[in-house]
């Protein structure tokens, strides 16, 4: 059983700096590939970040040079640190982890507004 639980969502200013954490309870951590989504209202979820089991990543158009993902596998832990913050950044932001099968946590939601 996969279970993810995310933390650091908030009400931030435009410009500003945000990191989201995400507590993984699995067995071993550190052969899953791990993400973090987003799904703005009545939009559909999107890819933010993947960071694969070793380490590589990848990140979605729209947040390269801005957002950064990065795990902890000796604590079971993913983190999205996000910079410049944007309007169109909110959205309720999901972690992921994938291996046999995709897990998602409950979300928690980011909202970038003035």
């Known amino acids: 059983q996969v279970q993810l639980v995310e933390s650091g969502g908030a009400l931030v200013q435009p410009g500003g700096s945000l990191r989201l954490s995400c507590a993984a309870s699995?067995?071993?951590?550190?052969?899953?590939?791990m993400g973090w989504y987003r799904q703005a209202p009545g939009k559909q979820r999107e890819m933010v970040a993947r960071?694969?089991?070793?380490?590589?990543?990848n990140y979605a158009d729209s947040v390269k040079g801005r957002f950064t993902i990065s795990r902890d596998n000796a604590k079971n832990m993913v983190y999205l640190q996000m910079n410049s913050l944007k309007p169109e950044d909110t959205a309720v932001y999901y972690c992921?982890?994938?291996?046999?099968?995709?897990?998602w946590g409950q979300g928690t939601q980011i909202t970038v507004s003035s």
């Open positions: 699995v067995s071993i951590f550190s052969i899953y590939a």
């Open positions: 992921s982890a994938h291996y046999l099968g995709n897990y």
């Open positions: 960071i694969g089991s070793g380490g590589d990543t």
